[in-house]
């Protein structure tokens, strides 16, 4: 077996998808879970946590796609259009890996290089960020359960209505005037 082989069998790891989109080759694969605590000074000088959230999910990827895996010249060419499009659509999308699967992935950032030694090979760093989704939903309270109904309350349609003199405003209408 030679180096290469080696080196081969130990980066090509199946089962890594971007969307519908499958890499050659998957050689460097870092992902980023971030917790954010909020420190708040106290008077005694000691900062104090009392609420931590978590970030989105990101992954980062060193990716390759040969012509000669492609067996055609432009395979890679493609590889690196569908990757571009997938960025243009800004559609959500699932990366697998072989250590774990993300949801709700979007690719913020392509960077690829081409020289002379790669003009027929696609060698692409990916960096992909989750998007966190909120469900939300309207309910009602009943109104015996407020205060205030009638600030809090939820609007009611009463139909059309017609604007009516106040009279007692001290402005007389251009009628009353005549």
Known sequence: MS?????FALIRRPGVEIGSLIPDVLIREVGRDTLITTDHPVETGAAITDHAFKLPAEIEM??????????????????????????????????????RNYENMLPVGIQQTRDETTANVLMCALRLRQILIANTQTTSAPKSAQANPAKTGSTVDVGQQSLKSAGTSGFASPAARA
């Open 3 to 7: 180096l290469l082989d080696d080196a």
């Open 62 to 99: 060193i990716l390759g796609w040969s012509d000669s895996t492609g067996g055609y010249v432009g395979y890679s060419d493609e590889a690196y259009e569908m990757i571009l499009a997938i960025q243009a659509k800004r559609e959500l999308i699932s990366v697998s890996t072989g250590r």
